[in-house]
């Protein structure tokens, strides 16, 4: 079964650090564009980060200069790297992709089950 897996969430003090990978399992033939959201209570998903089969990536206004995503094809797996982290970071964070499963002749949309950030001293 194919899913996306995300790990690295927990509590931090601000101004700290936190890398949360995403690991896509199961019969995949392809990952496209793969990215991370967040949500805190009584607000929608919102996109932090995302990052295309090339490299090219982009960035919520609010983490430019923090937060930085990354992939590795080989592993299957994209990370977001958390840096300077705030209290206003605080969110359940979730990994998205667009898998091509084996069998499957088109790409599909996946979500994590996604892994809580608290940003607190």
């Known amino acids: 079964q194919v899913q996306l897996v995300e790990s690295g969430g927990g509590l931090v003090q601000p101004g700290g650090s936190l890398r949360l990978p995403c690991a896509a399992s199961g019969s995949i033939f392809s990952i496209n564009a793969m990215g991370w959201y967040r949500q805190t209570p009584g607000k929608g998903r919102e996109l932090v980060a995302a990052i295309t089969s090339g490299g090219r990536t982009n960035y919520a206004d609010s983490v430019k200069g923090r937060f930085t995503i990354s992939r590795d094809n080989a592993k299957n797996t994209v990370y977001l790297q958390m840096n300077s982290l705030k209290p206003e970071d605080t969110a359940v964070y979730y990994c998205?992709?667009?898998?091509?499963?084996?069998?499957?002749?088109?790409?599909?949309?996946?979500w994590g089950q996604g892994t809580q950030v608290t940003v607190s001293s």
């Open positions: 998205n992709g667009d898998l091509l499963p084996a069998g499957v002749s088109h790409y599909v949309n996946y």
